[in-house]
Structures are given as C-alpha cells and as structure tokens.
C-alpha cells in the first residue's frame, strides 16, 4: 500500500449500492476508492490495471458473478484481496467463498457499521468473517470434515462414472441414463458395477444418501 492508503475498487451491478459504499468508506482518511465496476468481467480488468489493495466483490452480478471472479482473480495470482459483499447470510454461501479464495465476507445490511473495519482487516491480510458467519464457517466446516471419506471415494471415480452416480441417484433408469450419455443400457451396467466396486453402493437408496451427504443432487 502507498503510503498507507488502502486503495479499493467497488464491484456491484447497482449503481446506488455502490454509492453507498463509496459513502461509507468517503469517512475514512485511510481508504480510497479508485474505481468502480459494474460486473465480475468489468471489475477483472479495472483490477488488473489499478492494482487495488481491495476489491469490494458483490455475489451476484451479470457477466461473471463474485465467486467465478474471485476464483480468476486467485488464479491470477493478484495482490488484490477480496471482500465479498452480499445479500446472503445462509451457511452455504460461506464455505465456498473463502475456498475460492476471498479474505471476507460481509452481509450487506451490516455495511454501514462494519465495512470501514473489514476493508482494514482485509487490506493488512487478515480474514474477515462477522460473528454470525464465523459460526456458519465452523458448522460448514464441521460437516465436510464428517463428510471426508466419502469425498474421498468420490474423487477416485473417474468422470464417467461419476455422472452414472449422479444420474442414477436422480432416479434415471439404465436405458434413460444410456441415452443421456450416448452409450448403452449395458454400459451403463458396467459402469454401476464399478461404482459398486469401488464405493460399496448397491441400492438406488444408497446412491442417494451418498448423493446427498456431498450435495450432488443440487449440482
């Protein structure tokens, strides 16, 4: 940071919440916003050419939405740090977000109060989570730590048999998931006598409380 200004940039698809923002942070004489942008893309290249200490990540925005940003953003290898801004308090949004590698997260309605100090926070490398949400981290983190092993077995599914596990914890039948895949019924056979092999499914029951301890029926 020049001379210990931290340099920000707002990323939100709404003009008037980004007006706010720059209000908020306006009160702050150690913080500057240096550009603004309007969607995941847009905010990418205004990054890459201002090099921001900060950058102010809404979830949901056209073109690019705040996680797929961040996650190009880490790839990149930016100095950048992200805070992400959103609508949503739920414990699924939490998880994801810092695995994709943000330094924060804040619920937009504690914006006023709480925005000043986590831009700070970010910007010296710390990680910023409200109360709330660290609460929501540690339940999120709690049940993929129960949900290892299977993860675990999952991941040594090559891709093809990974969509069979999809398809018929769905409910498809051999025949129908043959025709989504484009191979035959048998095939499919094969395929679930593998999976079987491999991750001791029999039932379509057990495909489906398997499916659903690592949320692939959601995907």
């Known amino acids: 940071m020049i001379e210990d200004v931290i340099r920000v940039i707002l990323a939100d698809d709404h003009a008037v919440v980004r007006a706010g923002l720059k209000a908020v942070l306006g009160s702050a004489k150690d913080i ?19 090099d921001p200490d900060v950058v102010l990540m809404d979830l949901t925005m056209p073109e690019m939405d705040g996680v797929a940003a961040t996650k190009e953003l880490v790839a990149r290898k930016a100095r950048t740090r992200v805070l992400v801004l959103t609508m949503h308090a739920e414990d699924e949004y939490l998880v994801p977000l810092l695995e994709a590698g943000a330094s ?29 949400a660290a609460r929501a981290l540690a339940r999120g983190l709690k049940r993929r730590e129960a949900h290892a092993d299977e993860r675990e077995r999952f991941d040594r599914l ?31 056979d094969t395929y679930k006598q593998r999976i079987g092999e491999k991750l001791g499914l029999t039932h379509r029951s057990e495909y489906v409380q398997f499916a659903l301890k690592l949320g692939l029926l959601t995907q």
């Open 32 to 50: 500057q916003v240096v550009g603004e942008a309007s969607n995941g893309r847009d905010a990418l290249a205004m990054i890459e050419r201002l």
């Open 158 to 188: 090559t891709e093809r048999e990974r969509d069979v596990l999809r398809l018929v914890a769905s409910g498809f039948s051999a025949p129908e998931i043959g025709e989504k895949l484009f191979i035959s019924p048998k095939t499919v």
């Open 104 to 132: 924060g997260y804040l619920v937009k309605s504690a914006a006023d109060r709480e925005l000043v100090d986590a831009v700070r926070a970010v910007a010296h490398g710390d990680t910023y989570v409200q109360p709330s």
